[in-house]
């Protein structure tokens, strides 16, 4: 869900030269979003994280994207 918002914020920032790095968390993923983000130098795929390493990635993160179209 949004992913595709997620990857075209990431595309957005890419060709803007923002330094800003997304690490995308958990899955299922589309193959078509996965073959875009993979061009990106932006986007960093982690999958699914467990409970430690999650509030790790939250914890050392400057913003949550969390674009749900649905919640």
């Known amino acids: 869900k949004g ?3 997620v990857v075209a914020v990431a595309e ?7 330094a ?3 690490l ?3 899955g299922p993923d589309d193959p078509d979003l996965v073959a ?3 061009r990106l130098p932006n986007v960093r795929r982690a ?5 430690d ?3 790790d990635a939250l914890a050392s993160a ?4 969390f674009p749900s179209r649905y919640e």
């Open 3 to 5: 992913g595709d918002l």
């Open 24 to 26: 995308s968390i958990g």
């Open 47 to 51: 999958g699914f994280l467990n409970d």
């Open 62 to 65: 400057s913003a949550l994207l």
């Open 36 to 38: 875009r983000a993979a």
């Open 12 to 18: 957005h920032l890419a060709a803007a030269g923002a």
């Open 53 to 55: 390493a999650l509030a």
């Open 20 to 22: 800003t790095e997304i």
